[in-house]
């Protein structure tokens, strides 16, 4: 059995990427050949992001098309907001990006959806595509190896991870480090590291403004971390901030706000306690004040931060239920569904 996949995001190496690889991952477990189109191998720099390893994989051209798709039992094709021409057995259109206002209900793309699977990364984003695509998304949330986090020995720190870049979500790290300013007072002991990368979309000169911002205050900012880097840090940190999709109204531009959220779920599996804006599909991952907090304005992202550090036990009973609901994300889950869809 053969499969081709299309992801034109490769370069970003971010969460549809992440879902992409673990896709692959699980075809290749069950003995397919896989066509990626994409000019460059990229399986160490995958491996080095992710911890997943594709390397048996062939890399092809970065266009869909020179190899027809009648040739291929599958095609997995990560959408930019359009569906291709597919001759291929099976065509799985899968949408990590709520896309609004992109002519979904042309009528080649009413013909095309007759014949697809589509599969959306959250529920918030298929609410999104199957308005603007007049389909029925199936819901099948990101991967995540669960296992490969774990609660080492916690320090005073808060982290937040997510990708220097402007390109789509608005991550808000400014804002972030505008109310660590103000509470930190108040916790002398305590630090806020700010991880991610460094790819397409990172705007000249945001990172030196980050940096200007964060002069004189406990305060690190940590670019392109690999994978092990990052669960370390997820072991040490007992809480785990998020502005992202802040100021984008989810209703007009889904687009800018998070569509689901994996660093946060990662995060809960190290068990870091998530205090996250009540936005997107950030609403599908934390259940308010059982496994950690959902936030409405840059106000009660203080209090609720400063609320339970003064408890610690209360943090402590906070942690292990964000552990508990880390697990229903678990890659387990993403492979038995994918399986199921598409009897692999």
């Known amino acids: 059995m053969k499969a081709a996949i299309y992801n034109p995001y490769w370069d970003t190496l971010g969460g549809g990427e992440r879902y992409t ?24 720099k995958i491996y080095n992001r992710f911890g997943i390893d594709i390397s048996t994989v062939k890399f092809v051209s970065a266009n869909p098309y020179p190899l027809s798709t009648i040739h291929y039992s599958l095609l997995f094709w990560l959408s930019d907001g359009s569906l291709p021409t597919s001759w291929a057995k099976k065509t799985v259109i899968h949408f990590q990006f709520p896309f609004k206002r992109v002519s ?37 949330y990101p991967p995540i190896d669960t296992a490969k986090f774990s609660a080492v020995k916690k320090t005073d720190t808060i982290i937040y991870v997510g990708r220097f870049s402007q390109l789509t979500q608005l991550k808000g790290y400014s804002l972030l480090i505008d109310v660590f300013k103000r509470i930190s007072p108040h916790l002398p002991s305590w ?46 940190a007992k809480i785990f901030w998020s502005a992202s999709g802040f100021s984008a109204d989810e209703k007009t531009d889904p687009t800018r706000t998070e569509h689901f959220g994996i660093t946060v779920v990662e995060s809960m599996a190290a068990g870091c306690v998530p ?17 950690g907090y959902l936030w409405n304005t840059p106000k009660q992202l203080a209090d609720y931060t400063l609320q339970i550090i003064k408890q610690p036990g209360k943090l402590e009973n906070l942690s292990q239920a964000a552990v508990q609901k880390s697990k229903i994300f678990d890659v387990s889950r993403f492979n038995h569904e994918f399986s199921r869809l598409l009897n692999l």
């Open 275 to 291: 205090v996250i804006t009540n936005r997107g599909g950030h609403k599908e991952i934390v259940d308010h004040n059982r496994n």
């Open 191 to 236: 630090q806020l590291i700010l991880a991610g990368g460094t790819t397409v979309g990172t705007a000249p000169g945001h990172l030196n403004q980050l940096r200007s911002r964060i002069r004189g205050l406990p305060v690190k900012i940590i670019t392109n971390p690999e994978f092990g880097q990052l669960a370390e840090l997820y072991s040490q």
């Open 21 to 44: 690889a673990a896709f692959v991952k699980l075809l290749l477990y069950k003995g397919w050949q896989v066509d990626i189109h994409w000019p460059e191998n990229i399986s160490a």
């Open 104 to 140: 979904g209900r042309r009528l080649p793309n009413l013909i095309k959806s007759r014949f697809y699977t589509f599969v959306a990364n959250s529920q918030f984003t298929k609410e999104v595509i199957d308005q603007e695509f007049r389909v029925n998304c199936r819901v099948i």
